[in-house]
């Protein structure tokens, strides 16, 4: 029986996550006000569109919401999914997911909150965002960080730059190199595409490696690389919008944090509420005021104002001056893989932040396999227990005659993460963390289940 979903909002949060779920065996109807929104998508996927205002409920009642499996309300305005999502409440829908924005809502002492709203689970793109550039700040020297197993297991980007000592070596090579440094290529960028490396691939320059292990081995991970960790201390950021506030609020307390904010009346305000955070009423791309300011004594620049053209060329102008982590946030995601390769160390977007929260929400509630989906990546991570029936067991095959598009990059055998080799054993019971694309998760269901 296929899923039935209805998306209320095109815009860019939208768009992407019809773009991720129209590959698979859903049933998809758009809802947008603007007609130019709608039939981008309906005229590139296969979904139905429906111009009109997603809080009406004549334009809900158009749709039998008893049979919807998922009712997800991601339009830019809070008070539209609210209304939106309390009407498909009302009219039936199963499951509802509600993009906003002000943070108020889930506050201990609210007044109002989601569930009032019949809303099951919530997704705040900007705390998304702060969340995924705090682990870049804590986990210098990494162009992304994803975190597993509560922390314990670690997935970090690093790109090899031209002095890395991995270049022109082998996977293999480096893995029996650095016995004491325990760890696994996931996957490879390599000119804007993504892949699962083999045991003789070679490391190219600019190529961006995602590399997995146990947490208390990525700096080692990060120095193999040839891109140590280093310490922090001065950051600033440039924007006082909702994620500059969330980042200076959360870091305030451990690192010299100023703000840079060309809106005198926005600087002044939000200086009453962040106390420990040195508040700079300029413009950021002001070259005289970068000096005055000692930029390239800057440990850390986060560029997250709400104009992106104005957070690329700063990010492009502060490593310049020799800034030593750049951080840069865009809205607009067909720029996420083209901005990775002119200089900055990090990339995030808020909307792809969104995207990958709610596509986890869905595929794991409907497939029996914990799945995590990173969009902007095109790669995927499956978490899946051996059976004693599986097919790997039954024929009695060894780990690396698994199939090349399955990279098994962590066991965990009764609360013990090994990371494997090609010596490694896989048993029954064994729980595996295993990287693949999409189309390849059916393989790796048949060999081990």
């Known amino acids: 029986m296929n899923i039935k979903i209805v998306v209320?909002?095109?815009?860019?949060?939208?768009?992407?996550?019809?773009?991720?779920?129209?590959k698979e065996k859903f049933e998809i109807t758009v809802i947008d006000i603007k007609e130019e929104k709608c039939q981008r998508i309906t005229?590139?996927?296969?979904?139905?569109?429906?111009?009109g205002d997603g809080a009406s409920q004549r334009v809900l009642q158009q749709i039998d919401m008893s049979k919807i499996d998922y009712l997800l309300a991601l339009t830019r305005?809070?008070?539209?999914?609210?209304?939106?999502?309390?009407?498909?409440?009302?009219?039936?829908?199963?499951?509802?997911?509600?993009?906003?924005?002000?943070?108020?809502?889930?506050?201990?002492?609210?007044?109002?909150?989601?569930?009032q709203f019949g809303i099951n689970h919530v997704v705040y793109p900007e705390k998304a965002a702060k969340k995924d550039i705090e682990h870049l700040?804590?986990?210098?020297?990494?162009?992304?960080?994803?975190?597993?197993?509560?922390?314990?297991?670690?997935?970090?980007?690093?790109?090899?730059?031209?002095?890395?000592?991995?270049?022109?070596r082998s996977v293999t090579?480096?893995?029996?190199?650095?016995?004491?440094?325990?760890?696994?290529?996931?996957?490879?960028?390599?000119?804007?595409?993504?892949?699962?490396?083999?045991?003789?691939?070679?490391?190219?320059?600019?190529?961006?490696?995602?590399?997995?292990?146990?947490?208390?081995?990525?700096?080692?991970i990060q120095k193999m690389a040839g891109k140590p960790a280093f310490k922090v201390k001065?950051?600033?950021?440039?924007?006082?919008?909702?994620?500059?506030?969330?980042?200076?609020?959360?870091?305030?307390?451990?690192?010299?944090?100023?703000?840079?904010?060309?809106?005198?009346?926005?600087?002044?305000?939000?200086?009453?509420?962040?106390?420990?955070?040195?508040?700079?009423?300029?413009?950021?791309?002001?070259?005289?005021?970068?000096?005055?300011?000692?930029?390239?004594?800057?440990?850390?620049?986060?560029?997250?104002?709400?104009n992106e053209q104005t957070n690329i060329l700063a990010s492009l102008l502060v490593k310049h001056y020799g800034v030593k982590q750049v951080i840069l946030h865009i809205t607009t995601t067909n720029y996420f893989r083209a901005v990775r390769?002119?200089?900055?160390?990090?990339?995030?977007?808020?909307?792809?932040?969104?995207?990958n929260e709610v596509l986890k929400l869905i595929r794991t509630d409907q497939e029996e396999l914990p799945i995590s989906r990173f969009e902007d990546l095109d790669v995927e991570t499956v978490e899946l227990k051996v059976s004693s029936e599986s097919k790997y067991l039954r024929k009695k095959q060894s780990i690396d005659k698994i199939p090349k598009e399955l990279c098994v990059a962590v066991i965990v055998r009764?609360?013990?993460?090994?990371?494997?080799?090609?010596?490694?054993?896989?048993?029954?019971d064994d729980e595996l963390l295993i990287i693949t694309k999409e189309e390849y998760i059916p393989i790796a269901e048949k060999l081990f289940q």
């Open 8 to 22: 209320i909002g095109a815009g860019e949060v939208g768009f992407n996550l019809v773009k991720a779920l129209s």
């Open 77 to 115: 305005i809070d008070e539209v999914n609210l209304v939106a999502a309390r009407s498909a409440y009302e009219m039936g829908a199963k499951k509802i997911i509600c993009r906003l924005r002000n943070t108020e809502y889930s506050h201990e002492n609210a007044i109002i909150t989601p569930a």
């Open 173 to 220: 090579n480096v893995e029996l190199s650095n016995p004491y440094t325990p760890h696994k290529l996931a996957f490879l960028i390599r000119d804007n595409i993504s892949f699962i490396p083999e045991k003789d691939t070679v490391y190219n320059k600019d190529d961006i490696g995602y590399f997995i292990g146990k947490s208390k081995y990525i700096p080692d």
């Open 341 to 355: 390769r002119i200089g900055v160390d990090a990339v995030v977007s808020k909307n792809i932040s969104a995207v």
């Open 43 to 51: 005229n590139s996927m296969d979904v139905k569109g429906i111009v």
């Open 414 to 428: 009764q609360d013990e993460i090994i990371i494997p080799n090609s010596y490694s054993e896989i048993i029954m």
């Open 234 to 306: 001065k950051i600033m950021i440039l924007g006082a919008g909702k994620i500059g506030r969330l980042l200076a609020n959360s870091l305030q307390s451990d690192y010299n944090v100023r703000i840079v904010e060309n809106n005198y009346e926005k600087a002044k305000r939000i200086g009453k509420s962040l106390t420990d955070t040195l508040i700079l009423q300029a413009n950021g791309l002001d070259i005289d005021f970068l000096n005055s300011e000692n930029i390239q004594e800057t440990d850390c620049f986060i560029a997250a104002t709400e």
């Open 137 to 168: 700040i804590r986990q210098t020297s990494a162009v992304d960080l994803q975190e597993f197993r509560d922390g314990k297991i670690n997935m970090v980007g690093i790109k090899i730059d031209h002095s890395s000592p991995l270049i022109g």
